[in-house]
């Protein structure tokens, strides 16, 4: 079973190279890798020409301006040939090198549309140290219509899926990955499985989570995700993920 794993590039050159490190080393032979570049002005092509030989034609990349970061996801899972995507972001790295052996296997189960685990978070510099545990054990569908989601980079499902539900909406700021969680778990009511693995470790400083004005945009995404796909909340419902997110960090 083929494991397409998309990652979005944009002048990552201090992090790429780690990020593609951690997909050579995976113990999962069948892995089609899938680099995105939004015409980087820093060294990145450099680092992808160095690394694509080591994948004996196992990685596809292109490099052109993109409309955003939901477009070059939609342009990496429309390049995907595998059975299985996922995202992997271009300053992020895998936990360990069986994570997508230890995933894969879940889907010779037919019923499963999809799997999820458990990232965290990391200060650059810092490996050793995490700061954020994202558990995404206890979610459920109904927790959506209050900003809780499965951890995004370890969410994997059929590509099956990404052609009956439609891919990433590409005029939302920050916001759209919760929407496809949305539209995936309350309007297609895909079968999905949560799997007690470390996928990926995250360096903290991301879009959604770096500053006021970018959670209050968040809000407004989740809020209009939810809407958008006929389910109810409202900003006040949303925000109690804030609150649950304090219990995440470790002191």
């Known amino acids: 079973m083929k494991v397409s794993i998309v990652t979005v590039a944009y002048n990552s050159s201090s992090t790429l190279e780690e990020t593609i490190k951690s ?9 089609e890798y899938i680099i995105v570049d939004g015409a980087s002005h820093d060294n990145s ?3 992808i020409h160095q690394y694509e030989p080591q994948f ?3 990685l596809k990349w292109i490099s052109e301006k993109d409309g955003g970061i939901y477009d070059a996801m939609n342009k990496g899972i429309r390049m995907a040939t595998g059975d299985i995507v996922g995202i992997l972001n271009s300053d992020d790295y895998f936990t360990g ?3 997508i052996e230890r995933m894969v296997v879940n889907f010779d189960d037919p019923n499963i549309d999809a799997v999820y685990g458990d990232i965290h978070f990391i200060h650059d510099g810092e490996p050793d140290k995490i700061v954020r545990y994202y558990s995404s054990k ?4 109904m927790w959506l219509r209050f900003g809780f989601m499965p951890a995004h980079p370890s969410f994997y499902c059929r ?8 891919l990433y909406k590409i005029d939302y700021k920050i916001g759209s990955d919760y929407e496809m969680m949305v539209r995936l778990f309350m309007v297609y009511k895909i ?3 949560y799997l007690p693995i470390d996928f990926v470790t995250m360096r903290t400083g991301g879009a959604s989570t770096c500053n006021i004005k970018s959670r209050l945009q968040l809000i407004k995404d989740d809020v209009r995700g939810c809407r958008e ?3 109810y909340t409202n900003p006040l419902m949303i925000s109690v993920k804030f609150l649950y997110k304090i219990f995440e960090f470790k002191l």
Do not use: T
């Open 97 to 99: 090198d069986d994570v």
């Open 56 to 58: 004996s034609g196992r």
């Open 159 to 166: 590509r099956e899926v990404y052609e009956k539900a439609g």
């Open 229 to 231: 796909n006929g389910i």
């Open 23 to 31: 997909v050579l080393a995976q113990s999962y032979a069948d892995i």
């Open 191 to 193: 079968k999905a499985k």
């Open 138 to 141: 206890p979610f459920r569908p």
């Open 45 to 47: 092509l450099d680092i």
